[in-house]
T-cell receptor, first 113, second 109 residues
Framework: NAGVTQTPKFQVLKTGQSMTLQCAQDMNHNSMYWYRQDPGMGLRLIYYSASEGTTDKGEVPNGYNVSRLNKREFSLRLESAAPSQTSVYFC????????????FGSGTRLTVV | SQQGEEDPQALSIQEGENATMNCSYKTSINNLQWYRQNSGRGLVHLILIRSNEREKHSGRLRVTLDTSKKSSSLLITASRAADTASYFCATDSWGKLQFGAGTQVVVTP
């Protein structure tokens, strides 16, 4: 099925560990996004990539890095996880030339202990 | 900071009733979008309204936009149990979406 695929779906990390969240889309979208969702706060933008080869900071980029590996894939890395990064992470993509809505992945639930 | 804020935070209705939720935002926008999120799932795009539009319909959904008041409303008519979900408004400013905290809607049979 066409869409946005995120891996893993669940992850538990210890404080200080690192990990990479993977995201891939098969809709030939140019723009990709990483959001985090915390209870009662909606979604907040971490990083985005308007097109292959470009990345920009969003609202809450501290503690994260991203890589736009190619047009399909956009990864989010936590170099040294902290309990404040416990959240649900969503990747999304969007076609350009719109306006269009975003297509979201099913999320990664991350717990940092 | 959040651009959009939904009201009410929670809404409980019976099947067949209409559900209305509102969204207010702070800065100028290109368009405003509404999304639905079922528990534990990703967000699903419902409808987009451009800044130069005032009303838009899609099936049982009706969205209005008042740019002078910086507000929007989403109406779901003849609600069903399957409409139970959280609903988020999101403002699009130059390609970046900012979300509100959402309205949790429960539809009871």
């Amino acid at each position: 099925n066409a869409g946005v695929t995120q891996t893993p779906k669940f992850q538990v990390l210890k404080t200080g560990q690192s990990m990479t969240l993977q995201c891939a889309q098969d809709m030939n979208h140019n723009s990709m996004y990483w959001y985090r969702q915390d209870p009662g706060m909606g979604l907040r933008l971490i990083y985005y990539s308007a097109s292959e080869g470009t990345t920009d900071k969003g609202e809450v980029p501290n503690g994260y890095n991203v890589s736009r590996l190619n047009k399909r894939e956009f990864s989010l890395r936590l170099e040294s996880a902290a309990p404040s990064q416990t959240s649900v992470y969503f990747c999304a993509s969007r076609a350009t030339g719109g306006p269009y809505g975003y297509t979201f992945g099913s999320g990664t639930r991350l717990t940092v202990v | 900071s959040q651009q959009g804020e939904e009201d009410p935070q929670a809404l409980s209705i019976q099947e067949g009733e209409n559900a209305t939720m509102n969204c207010s935002y702070k800065t100028s926008i290109n368009n405003l979008q509404w999304y639905r999120q079922n528990s534990g799932r990703g967000l699903v795009h419902l409808i987009l309204i451009r800044s130069n539009e005032r009303e838009k319909h899609s099936g049982r959904l009706r969205v209005t936009l008042d740019t002078s008041k910086k507000s929007s409303s989403l109406l779901i008519t003849a609600s069903r149990a399957a409409d139970t979900a959280s609903y988020f408004c999101a403002t699009d400013s130059w390609g970046k979406l900012q979300f509100g905290a959402g309205t949790q809607v429960v539809v009871t049979p």
